[in-house]
């Protein structure tokens, strides 16, 4: 069977959830897909969960790893894309019924590399509607994803597979915090052709115990860190978007002089270093800048 799109599902100790985002995707009213699903060394029932699906749905294709984080599961995950377009879903999230078909008719009708579309954020079954347009090219996108104005993320968006494959885009291996943030920008800077769709397609599960809400730790800290020195290293971030690169490098260590555990100004000095006259131009509020300039002023 042709396929038209193929969606890659990263799952790690998903038992709990999985079985409703596979109803949502597997219920599409657009059939011509596949599912890839990497079983990330779930040591749940999340396999034994996936592969009762598989059973029922030659569209399902499943595939068990070593336990690598959702960066590197995804980038598996890619390497088995054949279709045209390929998207990401999370394991614990659903889809609206008309999900594919929505998004894979815009990319078709407009000859789009990248769609995407407003989402509901879901707090203990309330929906929460965002609005994902940007008003102009890719490089306000960038902007606004640098600058916190939405969200930098990969689930509310289809990608045409030539041009992800054609630009050698892919995560960055063993991060699992702002590793969608890297491939949005990733994908942004090499200036997609884009369309929109302005009503929410994706449900987004805020959950108590996800990796977004779990503690601060020096390894979500790291991760920041290395995905901006990553996003840094981009085609004409530091250059265009030096202002926003700059906020976004503070936010990012910015627990080393906010947070009492992990409170240690010379590793805020070391990473991703931002100057004085940087500080003060950077794209963001003045009660942001405050702990980094007097610690600028202290070094000095």
Known sequence: MEYNITIIVAAYNAEKYIGRTMDSILSQSFSKFKLIVVNDGSTDE??????????????????????????????????????????????????????????????????????????????????TKVDTYIDGNSGNYIKAILAHGVWGVVWNKIFRTKFIVDNQIKFIDGFDFWE??????????????????????????????????????????????????GVSRLKNISTIHKKELDAIK??????????????????????????????????????DKIFPILTILKFQ
């Not at 009492?260 to 270093?273: C, G």
């Open 46 to 127: 999340t396999l034994s969960a996936i592969n009762e699906y598989r059973s029922k749905d030659s569209r399902v294709f499943i595939y068990d790893i070593k336990n690598s984080g959702v960066a590197a599961a995804r980038n598996f995950g890619m390497s088995f894309v054949d279709s045209e377009f390929f998207c990401f879903v999370d394991s614990d999230d659903c889809l609206e019924f008309n999900y594919i078909e929505y998004m894979y008719k815009k990319a078709i009708n407009e000859d789009s590399d990248m769609v995407l579309c407003d989402y509901n954020i879901v707090r203990q079954g309330e929906k």
């Open 180 to 229: 969608d943030l890297y491939f949005c920008i990733n994908v942004l800077s090499h200036n997609p052709s884009m369309s929109h769709v302005n009503f929410p397609l994706y449900n987004y599960e805020i959950r108590e115990n996800s990796l977004v809400n779990s503690d601060v730790s020096e390894q979500k800290v790291k991760s920041k860190i290395k995905v901006i020195e």
């Open 250 to 287: 503070l936010h990012s260590k910015s627990e080393y002089l906010c947070n009492i555990k992990l409170y240690n100004p010379d590793k805020w000095k070391r990473a991703v270093p931002v100057n004085f006259s940087s500080i003060i131009k950077a794209e963001m509020s003045m009660r």
